[in-house]
């Protein structure tokens, strides 16, 4: 159902716009488009966040604990009674006394050098603030990736049905955009439940244009 809805929503969006002669019986396969490449770019992104892109200050965090953890119990197997590691040794060796024995101090010394390792590898993983890396510039959202890939389709779609380029323009009088692909890039976000400012994306878009325009006459 809620596939059915979002592709209505932007078939209506794709539907409303200034088409050029013919062009009406492409609105279904346009929404498609850009409704699959949508489902795409958030599969991929949610595979990528999965496969380990920690912040820092995460990694930071786990191995301090691994440290801590770590150090807790080598301690407690340091200060064990006897006792305490005649059961450990009765409950899961059947290879005798000093088989038990070998384990209990091969743990022991894993434990420590599991701490020791964890805690100078604490230290190196320099802490920083949340979605900032190393380099002070602020990451990407997964956000702002959806959004890039989604203005570069729409901007497609919409320069082939209406045979106008997906300018940015602004209004002299209120200074906001008005352009008639700004209005069908609101449109095609909203209905993909995508956040950010269709407007910061365009003009993204525009600053891309720019620099391929740019480098294309440098090669001539």
């Not at 979002?6 to 346009?30: F, M, N, V, Y």
């Not at 323009?169 to 955009?177: I, N, Y």
């Amino acid at each position: 159902m809620e596939e059915k809805e979002t592709l209505r929503r932007l078939e209506k969006a794709i539907h409303d716009l200034p088409l050029k002669e013919g062009q009406e019986h492409h609105c279904a396969a346009s929404a498609r488009a850009i409704f699959d490449e949508h489902q795409t770019v958030a599969v991929e992104l949610r595979l990528r966040k999965k496969s380990g892109t920690a912040s820092t200050a995460k990694v930071e965090r786990d191995l301090k604990q691994i440290a801590s953890r770590s150090t807790t119990l080598f301690r407690l197997l340091k200060k064990a009674d006897w006792k305490t590691f005649e059961m450990w040794a009765a409950a899961g060796c059947d290879d005798g006394i000093e088989q038990a024995k070998q384990e209990w101090l091969q743990l022991k010394r894993l434990l420590e050098a599991s701490a020791e390792r964890a805690s100078s590898a604490a230290k190196a993983a320099k802490p920083v603030k949340d979605n900032l890396p190393a380099n002070g510039k602020k990451k990407r959202r997964p956000q702002n990736d959806l959004a890039r890939n989604i203005v570069v389709i729409a901007a497609n779609v919409y320069e082939q049905l209406t045979g106008d380029f997906a300018s940015r323009e602004v209004s002299r009088q209120s200074r906001e955009p008005c352009s008639g692909f700004h209005k069908f890039l609101g449109r095609v976000f909203q209905a993909l439940g995508i956040d950010p400012s269709p407007d910061a994306f365009n003009r993204w878009l525009q600053e891309e244009l720019r620099k391929l325009r740019q480098q294309s006459a440098e090669k001539r």
